[in-house]
């Protein structure tokens, strides 16, 4: 199974991006999907997790700010952010908690994308 973010770039201060993850490759079950952030010299930082069944949840320096959604059907989680700000200039994770069917067995693990780049810069 693999992950590919798009949608990341340069926007201005106060601006819109839509970011999008896919999953390729055999899946069962989605149990979670979400975004996630690292700035240099820091731990990686929840932006959003949208779990099945679960109550989503957004980091605080973008609650208010974000709206993460997933269909579950195309494998693909999206992440909108809003009111853009410098600070949010960072590599932005797509991370899916999946499940696989082996054999008889149900297998899940955490996989994640490569990462996309956004930019917020007058």
Known sequence: ??????????????????LSCTAS?????????GWY?????KQQELVAELPSGSKTVYG????GRC???RDDSKKLVYLEMDNLKPEDTVVYYCHFLLQTLQGDFVHE?????????????S
């Open 67 to 69: 709206t993460i959604s």
């Open 1 to 18: 199974v693999q992950l590919q973010a798009f949608g990341g770039g340069l926007v201005q201060p106060g601006g819109f991006l839509r």
């Open 109 to 121: 693990f955490h996989t994640w994308g490569q990462g996309t780049e956004v930019t917020v810069s």
């Open 25 to 33: 490759g055999s899946i069962f079950k989605i149990s979670a999907a």
């Open 37 to 41: 952030r690292q700035f240099p010299g």
């Open 60 to 63: 605080d320096s973008v609650k």
